[in-house]
């Protein structure tokens, strides 16, 4: 859910939902960045898949040491290189360009096109 950032917005949401608390900085609502959120989505997906039981994660396709494209999420577009198959869990490492070198980022295989 997304709220304009005020104090009114803020006192609003907090009195009418279950929420025990927003993100804010200095007291105050913040509106968090779109790549950002789209991150913690994604995290949330992953974590719920690892969770699921073995028989419930879908067939892995066959992407150790190939080059994928990722399909969401803040490195939407990047061609990266798979590393590892985590199949029990339905996820990838693959290696991404950061500051000038590669990290290992995990990500589940339903963000990544082949």
Same mark, same amino acid.
């Given at each position: ?53 073995? +028989?419930? $994660? ?6 150790? *040491?190939?080059?994928?494209? #990722?399909?969401? &999420?803040?490195? !939407? ?12 869990? +339905?996820? $990838? ?6 500051? *000038?070198?590669?990290?290992? #980022?995990?990500? &589940?295989?339903? !963000?990544?096109?082949?």
């Amino acid at each position: 859910m997304q709220v304009i950032p005020d104090n009114e917005a803020y006192v609003g949401l907090m009195l009418a939902s279950k929420l025990q608390s927003l993100m804010g900085r200095d007291g105050k609502p913040y509106l968090m960045p779109e790549p950002l959120m789209r991150q913690l989505l994604l995290s949330a997906k992953t974590a719920e898949r690892k969770h699921m039981e073995a +028989g419930d $994660v879908p067939p892995m396709p066959d992407v150790l *040491g190939k080059q994928v494209t #990722i399909r969401s &999420g803040p490195f !939407a577009d990047f061609v990266v290189t798979v590393r590892k198959v985590l199949s029990k869990r +339905g996820q $990838v490492v693959v290696d991404v360009p950061l500051f *000038g070198g590669m990290s290992e #980022i995990t990500m &589940g295989v339903d !963000a990544i096109a082949t």
